[in-house]
C-alpha cells in the first residue's frame, strides 16, 4: 500500500467500560485546528505530528489574518513503559502538552499502549513569529521531534469542519491546477486570489514542431481520451463545425512552425542498434525514475497481516489534500508513437521547462543518449486512435466558416479573404478561432515573436463566485460555447465549495501550506516517503532493482523526506532542488528540477512545516591534529567501518554504496547527525545504516572511552576537511600511476588540466598540491587530498592530462597576474591579457596554431629547497622592449582549522620609474574587507577609484556561497588595494610601493578557501 502501516507493540491497555483504543484503529496524524482570535474563522487538517514555525504576518493557511491558537488532537502509541520526557521548543506563544488527560511536565512515567494527545498552543500576537516544536525522548532513544508513526486519531473523532476544510483544499488545489484564473480575472485588490498559485499550458508557436498534425486535431478533439489526466479541456463541439473549427486551428498552428513534423515509424525489422537503444530505454524509464509517475500501478504483494487493513481514504491523507489520487498521482502516458518523433522528444526531455516553466514535467538531467534511448521506447508504441500523418478534411467550405466567425467583416475584407489559398484560409480561420476560444489565456502563443494577447471578456473572478456552480462547472458542460472539463462529482463538488466559499478570507502568507501544497502539485511523494506517505511501492523498487547496474541494485530508493528540514544546510536543499546537487551521483535514479520559481522557496518552507528554521550554517568543531587522527581512525574499517557502505573523497567502498562523507558537513546539520547516529531506524525505518550509539555509549569503545559525543565530535572534525581528506583505513585510492606523496614534496612536469602542457604539479606533505603553468608564469590552482594520477598522460597514445586526486580548493584569475606600467597609469588589462598569446596562452592543437610574435613571459625555471618545495623564477616584459619585472614565487601550503589556504612568497625586482601590480583574485560578488579582528572595513565601490591600505587589511573575496580570503601579511609600506570591475566581476590588484631607482620587494600573499562565506568562519580562522 502506499501510505505507512503503524508498526505498533499491542499492549493492552488498563480495563474500561468502554473498548481501549488499538494500534490498528488509528487514522494517521492529529487532527489540527488553526483558529483565528476570538471568534474568527479557524481551519482544519490532519498534521503528521505537532510542529509549525511562521515568520512576522505569515499564518497556517491563507485565509487567516491572525491566529490565536492552534490546537493538536489525537493519540499517541507508547510502545514501551518507562519514564518520558515532552520538551517543547515555544517562541511567541505558549504551549500544553497533555497525555492521558494529564499535563506532560518534566519526566513522567507512562504505560505502554494507545493513550490520548492534546496539545494547545495560545499565539501572543496574531501575526508575531511563531515556532512551535515539541520534542520526546524515553526508553531506548534520545531527544528526537516527536516522530508521526507513534501518532494517531480516531475518524469518528473528526469535527464536521474537518470534512469541510479538506474539500475546500481539494477545491482549490484543482482550481489552481486547472488555471481558473487565466480567463476569470480577480479583482486587483483580491489578496485571497494572489494567494493562488500560477499554472500555464506548454507553449504552443511550435507545438507543431513537436507534435503530428494528426495528433493535435484528435487531441483537440478530446484531450481526456489520449491522457485521462490532463487538465485540458474539450473546447470543440462533437459536430460537424467543430471538426472543422479543431481542422482550421490544426492548420493554424502547423503555419506558425512552418511545415508538418514527419511521421516517424518503426522499421518492421528493427537494426540492433535500434533496438538496444530501446532496451537501454525500458531500463532507463524504470530506474531514472519516469515509471514512479507515469506507469500503471503493478500488482501488490501482499507482506503482513497488517495489509488486511481498510485502506485509506483521500481524506485520510496529510499529503493528498483530499484529492482522489492521494499523495501519489499517475499520468498516463498515451502512445507517444502516435504524437511525436524520437529525436523531438528526446530534446523535449532534455529541457522540458523551455516549453512550459510552469509545467509539472521536470528536468531529469539526461544525458543526450539516455533521452534519446527513452524516446526510443516510448515512441515504439502508438496510439491506435490517432493517424499521425492524416487530418480529414471539413466537409464545411472555409467562407462557410468565415461567415459566422467573421459576421462583422466588410465586403473588402471577406474579398481579401476569399481570394486567399484554400490552406491559408483555414490557418486563417485557425488564429481567429485560437483568439476566441482563449487558448492564449492559457498557452504562450507568438507568431513571428509576437505574443498573442489573452482575451479579457470572460466573466471575471467576482462573477464566478457570485454565480456559483455554474458556467465550467455545468454538470452537463457544452463545449461549444465554454470549456468542458472531465470532472470526477467529488472534483466537480470540491470546485464549487471552493469557488463558494474558499476565495473568502485575508490572502496571508503561507509559505508552510505552500509547501505542503508543493509536495503534492510536483509529485515529491511518488519517489520519497514522508511522514508515512508515499514513496516508490516495493513492486517497482523490485522491478528498478532487477534493472538497476549490479553494483547499485542494493539500494535503489531516494532518501526519506521525514524531518529533510531538520536534516539538510538550506543551501544544500537549495541545490538538490534547483541546482541538481546530489548526495549519490552514481545512481541512475534522478532527482527531478522543477526550477526555482516553482520550488525555490521550499527550502525554507519545509524546515517551517517541521517547526524548525533555515539554518545554514557550516558547523564547526574545533580541531586538533589529535582530533582529526582520531576521526580518521573512527571512519575506518578498525573503527566504526564507515568506509564499508560509504564513499569519502570521491573514492567509492566496495559494498552498498552510502553518500560521500567527505561532504557530510556541507549538507547536514550537526543536530541531526548526532541524532542520526544513535538512532537511525527510528529516523529512516528501514535503513541499513547500523546503530553506532547504543544506551549513550558507542560501540566502538578504544575510542575517547567509547564517549558518544566525543567520537562525533572527532569523525566531524575529519570529515570537515573535505573531499580531499586524507583516506581512512580500509578504503583504497584508485588505481593507476598514483604518484604519492611522503615526508618531501613531490614535483612532475607533466600536462595538467587547466594549467597546458608545460605545467608543473607540486605535491606537498600535508595533502596540499598546486599547479604552475610555465607558459603562461602563473600558479594556476591548488587543491588538496591525494596528489595525481599520471596514467592518462602514458595510457594509451598519451597525450591527456594527469588526473587530479582531489577537488581545487582555489582557482587562480585567468592569465598572466603581473602587470608593469608607467607612473600614473591604471592596472593593465589583466583579463584582455588572458587571451593574448603573448602573455602565454597555450594555442590549440587542432587545428594547429603556431605564435611568432614577441613573448612578454618568460619562465627562467625552478630550484629546489632541502625540502624539496620549488621557487618558481619568472620575468614579465609588459611592452616587449624592456624594462623587465623579475619575480620568485614560492608557494607552501595553509592549513587552519575551519580551511586550506595556499600562502605565495614573493620577491619582485621592479625597475626604477614603474609601477608593479599584481592580480590576487576575483570575486563574482562585492567584495569586502576586514580588519585583524575580523570587523568590517569599509569600502567605498562606487567610488571612482577603489583603493584600500593593504597593511592589516584582509580581503573577502565571494564566489556563490564560498569565498576566498586574501591577506598580505606585514604587507610593505605603501602597498594598496584597488578593485577593478570588469565583465560582472571584481579583480582585487595589489600596488606595490613605486619607487624612482630598481628596488626588491618581498612579500608574502595568503590565500584562504573558506568552505562558506560566513564572517564567522572568518574569526574562528584567525582566533589562534
Known amino acids: 500500500m502506499r501510505h505507512h502501516h503503524f508498526v505498533f507493540a499491542l499492549v493492552a491497555l488498563a480495563p474500561a467500560v468502554a473498548r481501549a483504543v488499538e494500534p490498528a484503529d488509528l487514522k494517521p496524524g492529529l487532527v489540527t485546528r488553526y483558529a483565528a482570535p476570538g471568534a474568527g474563522p479557524a481551519v482544519h487538517r490532519l498534521e503528521p505530528t505537532v510542529a509549525i514555525s511562521l515568520s512576522a504576518g505569515e499564518q497556517p493557511h491563507p485565509k487567516l489574518a491572525g491566529t490565536g491558537s492552534i490546537n493538536w488532537t489525537g493519540y499517541i502509541n507508547i510502545t ?28 513522567i512515567s507512562l504505560d505502554g ?76 485588490g483580491d489578496t485571497m486570489a494572489k494567494t493562488l498559485a500560477d499554472r500555464t499550458g506548454p507553449n504552443l508557436t511550435d507545438v507543431a514542431r513537436r507534435a503530428y498534425p494528426g495528433w493535435i486535431y484528435a487531441w483537440l478533439a478530446d484531450p481526456t481520451k489520449i491522457r485521462s489526466h490532463t487538465t485540458m479541456p474539450k473546447s470543440f463541439a462533437p459536430d460537424e463545425a467543430g471538426a472543422a473549427e479543431r481542422y482550421a486551428v490544426t492548420q493554424y498552428l502547423v503555419s506558425l512552425a512552418g511545415q508538418p513534423l514527419d ?233 464549487t465549495a471552493f469557488v463558494q466559499k474558499g476565495l473568502t478570507g485575508a490572502g496571508s502568507s503561507a509559505p508552510v501550506y505552500r509547501a505542503r501544497t508543493a509536495l503534492r502539485r510536483f509529485n515529491c511523494l511518488n519517489c520519497h516517503q514522508r511522514d508515512g506517505e508515499g514513496g516508490i511501492p516495493t ?73 524548525t528554521t533555515p539554518d545554514d550554517r557550516v558547523h564547526v568543531v574545533p580541531g586538533t591534529s589529535a582530533k582529526i587522527a582520531a576521526g580518521r581512525t573512527i571512519v575506518g574499517k578498525g573503527g566504526l567501518g564507515c568506509v564499508s557502505c560509504h564513499d569519502i573523497g570521491g573514492v567509492a567502498n566496495t559494498g552498498t554504496r552510502g553518500p560521500d562523507l567527505a561532504t ?30 547504543v544506551d549513550g555509549k558507542s560501540t566502538l569503545t578504544t575510542a575517547f572511552n567509547g564517549d558518544p559525543k566525543q567520537q562525533a565530535e572527532a569523525m566531524w572534525a ?32 607533466t600536462f595538467m588540466p587547466d594549467a597546458g602542457s608545460k605545467a608543473i604539479a607540486v605535491g606537498y606533505p600535508g595533502y ?73 596562452l597555450p594555442l590549440p592543437l587542432e587545428p594547429a596554431r603556431i605564435y611568432d610574435g614577441p613573448m612578454a613571459v618568460k619562465f627562467d625555471g625552478y630550484s629546489l629547497d632541502r625540502e624539496g618545495r620549488p621557487t618558481f623564477r619568472y620575468r614579465l616584459d609588459e611592452s616587449f622592449k624592456g624594462p623587465e619585472l623579475a619575480v620568485t614565487e614560492t608557494p607552501a601550503p595553509l592549513r587552519g582549522s575551519v580551511a586550506t ?13 614603474r609601477q608593479a601590480w599584481f592580480l590576487a583574485g576575483q570575486a563574482a560578488k562585492e567584495p569586502r574587507a576586514v580588519d585583524g579582528a575580523g570587523q568590517p572595513v569599509r569600502l567605498g565601490l562606487k567610488a571612482d577609484e577603489v583603493k584600500l591600505p593593504a597593511a592589516g587589511v584582509r580581503l573577502v573575496l565571494p564566489s556563490g556561497d564560498r569565498a576566498v580570503l586574501v591577506e598580505v601579511p606585514g604587507a610593505p609600506a605603501g602597498c594598496e588595494w584597488r578593485f577593478v570591475p570588469v565583465k560582472g566581476v571584481w579583480l582585487a590588484v595589489l600596488k606595490l610601493p613605486r619607487h624612482s631607482d630598481e628596488r626588491k620587494v618581498a612579500f608574502t600573499l595568503n590565500l584562504w578557501a573558506l568552505p562558506k562565506d560566513d564572517d564567522a568562519l572568518i574569526k574562528e580562522l584567525f582566533a589562534k
Open 80 to 107: 514501551r513503559a518507562g519514564k518520558y520526557t515532552f520538551s517543547p521548543v515555544v517562541t511567541g506563544g505558549t504551549l500544553d502538552v497533555k497525555v492521558g488527560g494529564k499535563m506532560a511536565r518534566g519526566e
Open 113 to 188: 499502549g494507545v493513550t490520548t494527545l492534546d496539545v494547545v498552543f495560545r499565539r501572543e500576537d496574531p501575526v508575531a513569529p511563531v515556532r512551535v516544536e515539541l520534542f520526546w525522548r524515553g526508553p531506548g532513544f534520545v531527544d528526537e521531534p516527536l516522530a508521526y508513526q507513534f501518532l494517531g486519531h480516531l475518524a469518528k473523532d473528526r469535527p464536521k469542519e474537518f470534512t469541510a476544510d479538506t474539500e475546500l483544499d481539494h477545491g482549490r488545489f484543482k482550481f489552481e491546477e486547472l488555471g481558473c484564473v487565466k480567463c476569470h480575472t480577480p479583482a486587483a
Open 263 to 495: 511521421v516517424y515509424r518503426l522499421p518492421t525489422v528493427v537494426p540492433n542498434g535500434l533496438r538496444e537503444s530501446m532496451e537501454r530505454g525500458r531500463a532507463l524509464f524504470s530506474v531514472a525514475g519516469c515509471a514512479a509517475c507515469h506507469s500503471d500501478p503493478l500488482p501488490r504483494k501482499k507482506k503482513d497481516e497488517e495489509d488486511d487493513r481498510e485502506p485509506l481514504a483521500p481524506v485520510d491523507y496529510a499529503y493528498g489534500l483530499g484529492t482522489l489520487s492521494g499523495p501519489t498521482p499517475k499520468y498516463a502516458l498515451g502512445g507517444l508513437g502516435g504524437k511525436t518523433r524520437p529525436e523531438v522528444l528526446a530534446a523535449y526531455l532534455q529541457n522540458p521547462l523551455k516549453t512550459n516553466p510552469h509545467g509539472r514535467m521536470p528536468n531529469l538531467n539526461l544525458s543526450g543518449g539516455e533521452a534519446l534511448d527513452i524516446a526510443r521506447y516510448l515512441c515504439r508504441v502508438p496510439d491506435e486512435s490517432v493517424t499521425p500523418d492524416a487530418v480529414p478534411v471539413p466537409q464545411v467550405r472555409p467562407a462557410a466558416l468565415a461567415a459566422q466567425l467573421l459576421p462583422n467583416a466588410t465586403d473588402a475584407e471577406l474579398t481579401k479573404f476569399n481570394g486567399l489559398k484554400p490552406e491559408t484560409q483555414w490557418a486563417e480561420l485557425g488564429a481567429r478561432i485560437v483568439l476566441a476560444k482563449g487558448c492564449a489565456n492559457c498557452h504562450a502563443i507568438e507568431p513571428g515573436g509576437q505574443a498573442i494577447a489573452p482575451l479579457t471578456t470572460f466573466p471575471g473572478l467576482e462573477a464566478v463566485k457570485r454565480a456559483g456552480a455554474k458556467g465550467c462547472l455545468d454538470a452537463v458542460p457544452a463545449p461549444a460555447r465554454r470549456p468542458a472539463y472531465a470532472l470526477d462529482p467529488a472534483e466537480r463538488g470540491a470546485l
Open 539 to 611: 513492486e517497482l523498487a523490485d522491478q528498478m532493482r532487477q534493472l538497476e547496474k549490479a553494483e547499485n541494485a542494493d539500494d535503489v530508493r531516494p532518501p526519506v523526506l521525514t524531518g529533510v528540514g531538520h536534516k539538510a544546510r538550506t543551501s544544500w536543499l537549495k541545490s538538490v532542488l534547483t541546482q541538481s546537487g546530489r548526495a549519490r551521483p552514481w545512481m541512475q535514479l534522478r532527482m527531478p528540477q522543477y526550477g526555482e520559481g516553482n520550488v525555490g522557496f521550499l527550502p525554507d518552507a519545509l524546515a517551517a512545516l517541521e517547526g
Open 664 to 693: 557530510i558537513n556541507q549538507r547536514v546539520r550537526y543536530d541531526w547527525y548526532e541524532r542520526w547516529l544513535s538512532q537511525p531506524l527510528r529516523m529512516a525505518p528501514g535503513t541499513r545504516m547500523p546503530q553506532a550509539f
Open 718 to 749: 575529519y570529515l570537515s576537511l573535505g573531499p580531499n581528506l586524507v583516506l581512512p583505513e580500509g578504503l583504497e585510492p584508485p588505481k593507476g600511476l598514483v604518484i604519492a606523496v611522503k615526508d618531501r614534496a613531490e614535483v612532475l612536469r
Open 768 to 840: 596540499v598540491s598546486v599547479a604552475f603553468s610555465a607558459d603562461q608564469c602563473r600558479t594556476a590552482y591548488a587543491w588538496n587530498g591525494n596528489f595525481l594520477d599520471a596514467s592518462p598522460v602514458w595510457n594509451n597514445r598519451g597525450g591527456a592530462p594527469a588526473k587530479l586526486l582531489g577537488q581545487k580548493f582555489w582557482t587562480a584569475p585567468a592569465g598572466h597576474p603581473w602587470g608593469l606600467t608607467g607612473e600614473s597609469a591604471p592596472p593593465p588589462d589583466f583579463l584582455g591579457r588572458a587571451a593574448n598569446p603573448a602573455f602565454g
Open 901 to 913: 589556504g595556499l600562502a605565495r612568497t614573493f620577491e619582485v625586482t621592479v625597475p626604477g620609474g
